[in-house]
């Protein structure tokens, strides 16, 4: 699918226009995205906690930080526990994805996605995009990508770097790790530490701005970018 693709996505009022795909990356709003799941089988396992963090101008605004745990209908396992720590009598109380869902989805509208693996995120969130008639396949930058095409981590096409190890790679803080909220925190710094050195690389040889259309190409190659 062509670049163009990405002016008609969220339906037909919420679209990138072709000027703004052509603008500086950093104009767009953007939304770190985390999922916590029983697991990672996608006919069986199911969300039990989201996170969302806004990006503007570059900044994030933590008053804008979302959060909720979600009540599946089977409850996780005592091995996904052991990785997210969050309990069935956590999610008791916690309302239903059918509940949750529309919420969350406002925070996506109008902005690019971000989320670490984005192939995770992706997967589990498709159906229930479908049913309240939105799209982010073409509009999401995946945090793993960019570390891998700006050589932050080395390249490994059977596996997807660690959003702890790459943040810790990079002098940043790992935001309690396996918490939604904390790993979507974690997702936007990174993406803002990627996106200004990508940047500044383009600069130095091309004396131009790093275009929102050229961020999200670079987000689907798996090896390192050339500038």
Same mark, same amino acid.
Not at 201 to 225: H, P, V
């Given at each position: 699918?062509?670049?163009?693709?990405?002016? +008609?996505?969220?339906?037909?009022?919420?679209?990138?226009?072709?000027?703004?795909?052509?603008?500086?990356?950093?104009?767009?709003?953007?939304?770190?995205?985390?999922?916590?799941?029983?697991?990672? %089988?996608?006919? @069986?396992?199911?969300?039990?906690?989201?996170?969302?963090?806004?990006?503007?101008?570059?900044?994030?605004?933590?008053?804008?930080?979302?959060? $909720?745990?979600?009540?599946? #209908?089977?409850?996780?396992?005592?091995?996904?526990?052991?990785?997210?720590?969050?309990?069935?009598?956590?999610?008791?109380?916690?309302?239903?994805?059918? $509940?949750?869902?529309?919420?969350?989805?406002? $925070?996506?509208?109008?902005?690019?996605?971000?989320?670490?693996?984005?192939?995770? %995120?992706?997967?589990?969130? %498709?159906?229930?995009? %479908?049913?309240?008639?939105?799209?982010?396949?073409?509009?999401?930058?995946?945090?793993?990508?960019?570390? +891998?095409?700006?050589?932050?981590?080395?390249?490994?096409?059977?596996? #997807?770097?660690?959003?702890?190890?790459?943040?810790?790679?990079?002098?940043?803080?790992?935001?309690?790790?396996?918490?939604?909220?904390?790993?979507?925190?974690?997702?936007?710094?990174?993406?803002?530490?990627?996106?200004?050195?990508?940047?500044?690389?383009?600069?130095?040889?091309?004396?131009?701005?790093? @275009?929102?259309?050229?961020?999200?190409?670079?987000?689907?190659?798996?090896?390192?970018? $050339?500038?």
């Amino acid at each position: 699918m062509g670049i163009e693709s990405y002016v +008609r996505l969220f339906g037909n009022a919420d679209r990138i226009s072709k000027s703004e795909l052509d603008s500086s990356w950093r104009q767009m709003a953007y939304c770190a995205i985390d999922l916590e799941t029983t697991g990672l %089988e996608l006919k @069986t396992d199911e969300i039990i906690s989201i996170g969302a963090v806004q990006i503007r101008d570059t900044r994030i605004n933590s008053a804008e930080n979302y959060y $909720q745990e979600v009540r599946p #209908e089977h409850m996780p396992s005592p091995s996904s526990i052991l990785i997210h720590g969050i309990r069935a009598v956590d999610l008791e109380s916690a309302p239903p994805i059918g $509940q949750v869902f529309p919420e969350f989805a406002e $925070q996506l509208k109008g902005r690019v996605v971000i989320a670490h693996a984005a192939w995770v %995120e992706s997967a589990f969130l %498709e159906h229930h995009l %479908e049913a309240v008639n939105l799209d982010i396949t073409n509009r999401l930058i995946d945090t793993a990508s960019l570390a +891998r095409v700006s050589g932050a981590v080395e390249v490994d096409l059977e596996h #997807e770097p660690s959003l702890e190890h790459l943040a810790r790679s990079l002098k940043l803080p790992a935001y309690s790790p396996h918490h939604a909220l904390g790993d979507a925190l974690t997702t936007a710094i990174v993406f803002l530490a990627l996106a200004t050195e990508l940047e500044r690389r383009k600069l130095e040889k091309r004396k131009s701005l790093l @275009t929102l259309r050229e961020l999200l190409k670079l987000s689907g190659r798996s090896a390192r970018a $050339q500038w």
